[in-house]
């Protein structure tokens, strides 16, 4: 494709609930990663994929975030028993491969009411 | 793990003078410094990135200088137009290794008439 495509763009859901965010790299790419970015704040590391191996994922904040890419394309981002503080925007990026610009998706603005 | 300082926060300047943006990491083993730009809702997009092997770099109205002995590097933008109003931010990488990116907290830009 194009660019990095995210669904859904927006997403509410009440405090408890589970969550799954989808992410499409550019085709091709080998690399994937996963940010959160709070209001106002920079985005920060969550996850990083090498093609279907899960290299990093020193940035999840807790037990319930799970993120996954089986077929080293498309990843979902998982979150479980959602909290208020996991309200965010969840972006995805994606390059050619692990040294190559990072090239970011719209994001998934998450609100847990 | 690495740290990256910003500043200013906000930074307002009139069309045509010129914007300069600071940056200063934590991390010796850092090599690679992009710049992106994110307007409102928008997904952060490269405008521009430098390695640590060279010290400055240009692209039409916008130009990075790295030093790496000070550990900083500063996004220069000149003859600044409205358009260029946004969220900048600075991030580093250490190449080889995991590849995340660690985020400066942005600089929001506001180019009057």
């Known amino acids: 494709g194009a660019g990095v495509s995210q669904s859904p763009r927006y997403k509410v859901a009440k405090r408890g609930q589970d969550v799954a965010l989808r992410c499409d790299p550019i085709s091709g790419h080998v690399s994937l990663f996963w940010y959160q970015q709070a209001l106002g704040q920079g985005p920060e590391f969550l996850t990083y994929?090498?093609?279907?191996?899960?290299?990093?994922k020193s940035g999840l904040p807790s037990d319930r975030f799970f993120a996954e890419r089986p077929e080293g394309s498309v990843s979902t981002l998982k979150i479980q028993r959602t909290q208020q503080e996991d309200s965010a925007v969840y972006l995805c990026?994606?390059?050619?491969?692990?040294?190559?610009?990072?090239?970011f998706g719209d994001g998934t603005r998450l609100s847990i009411l | 793990g690495e740290n990256v300082e910003q500043h200013p926060s906000t930074l307002s300047v009139q069309e045509g003078d010129s914007a300069v943006i600071k940056c200063t990491y934590s991390?010796?083993?850092?090599?690679?410094f992009p710049w992106y730009k994110q307007e409102l809702g928008k997904r952060p997009q490269l405008i521009i990135d430098?390695?640590?092997?060279?010290g400055e770099k240009k692209d039409q109205r916008i130009a990075v200088t790295l030093n790496k002995t000070a550990k900083h590097f500063s996004l220069h933008i000149t003859e600044t137009q409205p358009e260029d109003s946004a969220v900048y931010f600075c991030a580093a990488q250490r190449t080889g290794t995991a590849s995340k990116l660690t985020f400066g907290t942005g600089t929001r830009l506001q180019v009057t008439l």
């Open positions: 994929f090498q093609n279907e191996a899960q290299l990093d």
């Open positions: 991390d010796s083993a850092s090599n690679y």
């Open positions: 990026a994606s390059s050619p491969g692990p040294d190559q610009p990072q090239h």
């Open positions: 430098i390695r640590s092997n060279v």
